[in-house]
Every structure is written in C-alpha cells, then in structure tokens.
C-alpha cells in the first residue's frame, strides 16, 4: 500500500538514481555497522586533500558498484571514476563519507553527498543521506520548483517486509552482500589487502532490478518523512567554528547560538531543519554541491561564486562567510557581521 504523499511524488523522482543511491547507502551502513577495524584505518591522502580511512573507501567502492553502470564518479576520495557504460547519464560529485572524524571517533554525525551533473556540470539532482540517523534529503529540479524543501527518507523496518517476488532482489543486497562483506573483512586481512577488498567491491555488476523502485516504498523498506517544522528553533550550526573564534564571538553577542557537528554535507542538506547553517568561504566541492541544490528555496548569503558553474540560480555577494537559513531576522542580526 502507497504511503500517503508519497503517491504524487513517484513520478517526479528519477527512479535509477535515486534506488542506486538508496541501496549502496543501506549497504554501506550495513558494512559500517560491523565496526570492523580496518574501516578506521588510515590508506593516504584523497583526492580531496584528506586522509582516506577504511571507511571511506569501502562506501566510495560500494556506490562505484551500483552507479558507475550508468555514471562516472568526481570522488573525493579516487578521484574520476569512469562509468562502465559509452554513454553515461551524467557524472556524479561524491563525498562518500562526509563526517569520516565522527566515524572514527564513535561520534553518530556521518554520511555520504551526491550531487548528479550533466555534461555541463549543472547540478540536476542532490541525494543526501545520513548513515548514522539511516535518514536521506533527495530533490530535483521537477521537484524544487513545487516544494519548499527537499523531500525526506527514512529507512524503515526490514522485518515488515512482506514475502513478495519482487522483493528478493532487494533482500539478496540486504542479506547476500553484507554476509560477503563481513566474510572478506574478517578473512584475516591485513591493512594492505583493504584497497584490494575495495577494487573488488567496485568491481562487481551492482544489478538492480529496474521494477524495484515502487517496491521500496510499498514493502516500508523505505519511508517517507512528510515533515513540516512549526516550532521555533533555538540552535544553528557553525561548521568549523573552532577555526573561526572572532566570528563565533560576534554570534554570541547576537543570541545566536550554535553547534559545531563536523559534517558540512550533512549540515547543509538538512539545513531546512535549523535555525541557520553557516560555513567556513573555502569549502569543497565534494562537501557542498548536493547541499547547495538542496538548499535552493533558502536564503543563502556569501561567497557561492565558486560553485554558481555548477548551480547557476545561486548569487555571491562580498562575504567571508556563507550563510543558508530561512529566518530574514538571523540575516539581518548578521548583515554587518558577514561583510
């Protein structure tokens, strides 16, 4: 039975995207869940700029496996990842594990950011999903333009499953692939087989069922959040503030306060759910372009000419900060402060 809201919407969400997105993530927090210790190992510095942990290659590896049949991959971790396919659908910018110090440190703030481009770069999609809450904020531009903030997910109970034909394709990636999983990682492996186990996991087909989609949401394997927030919000979030005192000093001057969570990807995707998320001017690409598209019907303020090659309806001003909220009165409280 169709979940009430979620009906409407069916056609309006690109059904291959957004099912590979879903059950990499579903595996990837399976594979999380074991705890294992090579996923807080530490293999050398990304793409990006950061150490990669266990952790970060194995969910790079695991959403390689179910998208790269239809798209290449701009990873923060591997770099370009082409697509198996001759003609990709478009290129995903990946952040697999946004938050990978709060993995680490035991600390429930990680997940993983998808920003779908087309062959010019534009941001035509977001998939947000954080690993640690099992919640996901998706959107397109279908669906920015008749709502007001990004549909949202959860992952529901896998034991109210019904016995359907249609469903065993999902429960083989539920079952079959994280008892794979946990075999190859407790196989006696050393640090240095784990980029092997990684290349491996890329490596696989990743087939998925095209009818699986409405499945997903008829079985309750994933729910729909139809969420509005009327109460007020007390708390903002201040990525980085650390680095920033002088800033965070003038936020306390103005009542406004903060937490400082360490998943800017996170952060800014779920940014309709607090009072203001406010940034660091240098944030890459990998961290910030599914949540900047996401965040589209929020008044956003700063330095965004960075990313307007890539989500042209954002607007830059002089700032050295970057401001996402939907209260006109923190962007007032903060006029002087930003500029």
Known sequence: MWQKGIADMMDKIDSTFFTRCLLASCEIINVLNTRHWLLYEDYGVGAGGDESCGGDLIAEAIFAKYLTPFYSIDSEESGFIAARGSAPRGKIVLDPLDGSNNFKSNIPYFGASLALCDSDNIVKEGFIVNFAARKIVYSNERLLKITQVPLTFSFGNLDSIPDLDSIKELESHLQGDEMALRELLNNDKESGDFKGLCKEIMAQSGDVDSTIFPTLFKSGFVRYENKTFSHKLNCGIFEKASYHLDFAKELLKQ???????????????????????????????????????????????????????????????????????????????????LT
């Open 255 to 337: 009542n406004l306060k903060f937490r400082s969570l360490g998943a800017g990807a996170l952060s800014i995707g779920f940014s309709f759910e607090s009072l203001f998320v406010i940034l660091p001017t240098k944030v890459r690409k990998y961290d910030v372009l599914a949540g900047f598209f996401l965040a589209q019907n929020e008044i956003k303020t700063g330095n965004l000419s960075e990313y307007q090659k890539y989500i042209p309806n954002l607007r830059a001003v002089d700032s050295k900060y970057i401001l996402i909220t939907k209260d006109f009165d923190v962007v007032e409280k903060l006029r002087n402060v």
